[in-house]
């Protein structure tokens, strides 16, 4: 005798928790396959830093770009880059 397939009727409380075990089961600072450094440098030398990082870690091949920066109140720059751990 063939069984009939019932979907499973899934409640937004259902989805949470079910989410919420997922993100548990992450390590802490999990942050998926990127890799950031933050820097808080003077002006020329973010610059210096930041030209440094894509040259290493080519855009095409790391996806290398910043993913934050700001102007800080003493004049520095501080900025998070972001990029894959290899090119693999």
Do not use: H
């Amino acid at each position: 005798m063939v069984e009939e397939f019932k979907p499973r009727i899934r409640s937004p409380a259902d989805v949470a928790r079910r989410l919420g075990a997922l993100n548990r089961s992450r390590p802490v600072g999990g942050s998926g396959a990127w890799r950031r450094d933050s820097f808080r440098l003077p002006r020329p030398e973010a610059r210096a830093k930041a030209r440094e990082w894509f040259d290493r870690y080519p855009k095409a091949a790391y996806m290398t770009e910043i993913e934050f920066w700001r102007v800080c109140d003493d004049g520095d720059i501080e900025f998070t880059i972001r990029r894959l751990p290899s090119a693999d």
